[in-house]
């Protein structure tokens, strides 16, 4: 939830000593109804959560959500937006090696697994019809599409399908905390311990370096 909070520090209001404006009034109400949303996706997924659960846990009345958000979905689109700018900034800020770029995301779920799980509910809800943002969503999965077929032009990356490996990574570094039953019975270890993140580490490392080699 780390992740996800220092997002909604925008909405907050910082100073409380001075009277709140409307729109800022507003921010801190939307802030804290995003807040009560995510919690209760993570616990019954879209089709699970129920609005006037979320109002209640965020203690507003169920008419300033549909005001605000419009719907439940409304609600998961904007969480779903508030999280595209988190991985946008981390698409600005990875490392420019693969090795480090795929230790840099593993640590970036490890921080914020709480999405993983959300992502995990879409999945088993997917029919196949479009999904929350699904424009915006993919929109932002370009640039590194794009950054790999760059390397491969320049020969920094092996010739294969670029879409094809980005999908890869994300499941190299996804998989783990997604799946932490599997984790541990075929590596031994819990997915939160610090001798599996060590691990994971050193493999990413050499897997990297490997796959580069080819």
């Known amino acids: 939830m780390a992740l996800y909070r220092r997002i909604l520090t925008n909405y907050l209001v910082r100073n409380q000593t001075v009277p709140e404006s409307p729109k800022r009034d507003r921010a801190r109400t939307e802030s804290v109804i995003l807040e009560a949303a995510l919690e209760e996706f993570l616990k019954y997924g879209r089709a699970g959560a129920r609005i006037d659960r979320i109002a209640s846990a965020a203690g507003v009345n169920k008419a300033n959500i549909y ?47 709480e999405w993983i799980k959300l ?58 905390i997604a799946f932490p039953q599997f984790t541990k019975m075929i590596t031994g270890l819990g997915v939160d311990s610090s001798e599996f993140q060590k691990r994971r580490k050193q493999f990413l490392r050499r897997f990297a370096d490997a796959f580069l080699s080819e």
């Open 67 to 113: 005001h605000y958000f419009g719907s439940k979905d409304g609600l998961l689109d904007a969480l779903l937006t508030n999280k595209l700018g988190a991985v946008n900034e981390a698409r600005d800020t990875k490392p420019a090696s693969l090795a480090e770029s795929l230790v840099f995301f593993q640590e970036q779920q490890y921080a914020d697994a």
């Open 119 to 176: 992502a995990t509910w879409e999945a088993l809800e997917y029919t196949g019809s479009p999904a929350i943002a699904e424009d915006e969503r993919s929109a932002a999965w370009q640039p590194l599409v794009n950054g790999i077929k760059q390397q491969i032009k320049e020969g920094k990356v092996p010739k294969m399908d670029a879409a094809q490996l980005q999908l890869t990574w994300v499941a190299i570094v996804t998989f783990p």
